[in-house]
Nanobody, 126 residues
Framework: QVQLVESGGGLVQAGGSLRLSCAAS????????MGWFRQAPGKEREFVAA????????NYADSVKGRFTIFRDNAKNTVFLQMNSLKPEDTAVYLC???????????????????WGQGTQVTVSS
């Protein structure tokens, strides 16, 4: 079955960096677009970044553009989110997700993703 397992979250001071990983299994990883979302307490799930199946194109929320980088290693079935210059408002549970259809596009809507991981907590202190 499809599994997405995030790791790499933690507590970091403002201005610091973290790298999140999402290990995928149970499907042909290299065929699917992947995305990262986040959800803070009392807030709706928010798009963060996405990457095409090949890794050739990426898309970012305006709030993280220039600070976060999404990339993937198809040989290791893993997608990453490098987060630099972290701010307290980046505090949230970060979730990775798999697109619905193989070899299709890049998505920023949660409805375009079919499978989700459990998430990893990122806390940024001021």
């Amino acid at each position: 079955q499809v599994q997405l397992v995030e790791s790499g979250g933690g507590l970091v001071q403002a201005g610091g960096s973290l790298r999140l990983s999402c290990a995928a299994s149970g499907f042909t990883f290299s065929a699917y677009a992947m995305g990262w979302f986040r959800q803070a307490p009392g807030k709706e799930r928010e798009f963060v970044a996405a990457i095409t199946w090949s890794g050739s194109s990426t898309n970012y929320a305006d709030s993280v553009k220039g600070r976060f980088t999404i990339f993937r290693d198809n040989a290791k079935n893993t997608v990453f989110l490098q987060m630099n210059s972290l701010k307290p408002e980046d505090t949230a549970v970060y979730l990775c997700a798999r697109g619905r259809s193989p070899y299709r596009g890049i998505y920023s809507r949660a409805d375009d993703y079919e499978y989700w991981g459990q998430g990893t907590q990122v806390t940024v202190s001021s």
